[in-house]
Nanobody, 125 residues
Framework: QVQLVESGGGLVQAGGSLRLSCAAS???????MGWFRQAPGKEREYVAA????????YSAESVKGRFTISRDNAKNTVYLQMNSLKPEDTAVYHC???????????????????WGQGTQVTVSS
């Protein structure tokens, strides 16, 4: 079993920054991990993902240049540094983990096997 616990969400003014963390425990094997978000009344949206090795990343166009995903495999933790936040970034942010052994960057929700409960990010204008 794998458990994912997100932290770091909160309320911030537009233009501000937050750093989300996702700690993985259990049988993680340095898995590919990603971040998704879901705002009220909207579909879940892909944000960013990182490969097992950390050598490859991919970010959605809506966050490119503002958000950076990284990982610390020694700590089984993935981070999402969010800068220049906008009100439209307001959502519950979930991390996800892929248990395959591919060194790839999964982009679809169906590519992931485990999900965290999420952390709320609210950006005020």
């Amino acid at each position: 079993q794998v458990q994912l616990v997100e932290s770091g969400g909160g309320l911030v003014q537009a233009g501000g920054s937050l750093r989300l963390s996702c700690a993985a425990s259990g049988r993680t094997f340095s898995s590919a991990m990603g971040w998704f978000r879901q705002a009220p009344g909207k579909e879940r949206e892909y944000v960013a993902a990182i490969s097992r090795s950390g050598g490859s990343t991919y970010s959605a166009e809506s966050v490119k240049g503002r958000f950076t995903i990284s990982r610390d495999n020694a700590k089984n933790t993935v981070y999402l540094q969010m800068n220049s936040l906008k009100p439209e970034d307001t959502a519950v942010y979930h991390c996800a983990l892929d248990t395959s052994l591919w060194d790839w960057v999964p982009r679809a929700p169906s590519d992931y096997d485990y999900w965290g409960q999420g952390t709320q990010v609210t950006v005020s204008s």
